[in-house]
Each structure stands twice: as structure tokens, then as C-alpha cells.
């Protein structure tokens, strides 16, 4: 447990995971802003999932700053675990440097990055497509499939926010699960805890008049 740990290794994630926490919604914020969102309509339109999901640009190369976050995070253990060494003879303080770049080290940091990179890419293939799928099945347009995949433009920001990208596959199918049960009007909606409470008393009064909601 994350509590168990040394003080010093808590006070260090507290820098270190909101660095690589942020590397990955700007990796994730960069491939929605960068989608040609006509294409992927066009794509999903003539019944091409696989291609549509190539247009995503969910690609290794988008997450180069999640690469350099887990690489300072070598680094800082690195030189947490040297901090403290004693000789074992002398009992003197052993003062050592590191910088990452050793052989080893410059391996393990590829191979854990690239791990992570690829579960994260290959993790949003399969949810892009399940979304595609779902929304192909509800008999949704293409156009409001790939919008509910990439999210709307913000006009302020100029960002796509709200869309399925980012969100792991089993995410995405909790939301899917929890659309399908407002659309039939399932009271069991109710037993998710991570529901935002503020429209219970909206989604109530359907299920008790047995009129669909509104999109």
C-alpha cells in the first residue's frame, strides 16, 4: 500500500505523479485536437471500423513527454537510493551520483516506458472500437458516433473535450452500459456510485412516467 512506503518516496510521487499523470492527458488532448473528424465520419459512414480507427493517430510517438516523466522518475529513485549509502568498513557516508544514463538503467526505462506505451495504445484501439461498435448497433449516426468518441470543440478554448478518448476500455464500456440503462429507462442505473447525482431526480421521474429522456 502506497502508505506503507518511506516518507521520502511519498513526498517524491507527490511530484512525480502529477508530471506523469499530465504527459498523458496532453498526449491524449493532442490526438483529439489533431483528428480530422469529417474523415473519421466518412470512415465509420462506409462501414470501415478499422480505418476509422487508424484516423485516430493513436500512435507510440504521441506520448514521447509520458516517456521523459517515467525516465525522471528512474532518475529520482535512482538517487533516492543512494542517498544514505555507508561504507560498510569505515561507516562513513558514501556520496554517488546518477543520472539514468547507465546501460542498465537507460534500459529499463525503454523497455517500462514502451511496455506502458503500447498498453495505453492498444487499450484505445479496442475502446475506439467498442465505441464504434456500440454506436453502430444503437443505431447512431456516424456523426454522432465519432463525436461521442473525440468529444466537441470547445469555441473558448478551441479543445475537443468530452469524448471517449483517454478514458481505458472498461471505462468506456461503464459509461456505454450506464447510456444503454438510461435509454430503456433501468432503475438499476441507480445502484452506480459514480453517477452524477444531480439529474437522479430527471432520470426518476422518466422511469416513473415511462418517457424516454431527452438526448
Do not use: C
Not at 469529417?38 to 478499422?50: C, K, P, R, T
Not at 473558448?156 to 440503462?181: C, K, M, P, S, Y
Request: hydrophobic share 40%; charged share 25%; proline share 2%.
Amino acid at each position: 500500500m502506497a502508505r506503507d512506503l518511506p516518507a521520502k518516496v511519498l513526498e517524491a510521487l507527490e511530484t512525480l505523479e502529477p508530471q506523469a499523470r499530465q504527459a498523458f492527458l496532453d498526449a491524449m488532448q493532442g490526438i483529439t485536437d489533431a483528428v480530422r473528424y469529417q474523415q473519421i465520419v466518412d470512415l465509420i459512414n462506409s462501414g470501415d471500423i478499422d480505418g476509422a480507427i487508424d484516423a485516430l493517430g493513436l500512435e507510440r510517438d504521441r506520448f514521447g513527454a509520458l516517456h521523459e516523466a517515467i525516465r525522471t522518475g528512474l532518475v529520482a529513485g535512482g538517487m533516492m537510493a543512494l542517498t544514505g549509502l555507508k561504507d560498510p568498513y569505515a561507516g562513513t557516508k558514501i556520496i554517488l551520483g546518477f543520472d539514468g544514463s547507465a546501460t542498465m538503467a537507460e534500459q529499463w526505462a525503454r523497455t517500462a516506458s514502451s511496455g506502458l506505451i503500447t498498453a495505453i495504445v492498444e487499450d484505445q484501439k479496442d475502446m475506439a472500437r467498442a465505441v464504434i461498435q456500440a454506436g453502430i448497433e444503437a443505431g447512431k449516426g456516424p456523426r454522432s458516433t465519432a463525436l461521442e468518441l473525440v468529444g466537441r470543440v470547445n469555441k473558448v478554448t478551441g479543445q475537443r473535450e468530452g469524448g471517449f478518448i483517454g478514458l481505458t476500455n472498461q471505462q468506456a464500456q461503464w459509461a456505454l452500459n450506464a447510456e444503454t440503462q438510461l435509454r430503456t429507462l433501468d432503475n438499476s442505473y441507480f445502484d452506480r456510485v459514480q453517477r452524477d447525482k444531480r439529474y437522479d431526480r430527471m432520470v426518476l421521474k422518466a422511469i416513473q412516467d415511462g418517457k424516454p429522456l431527452a438526448e
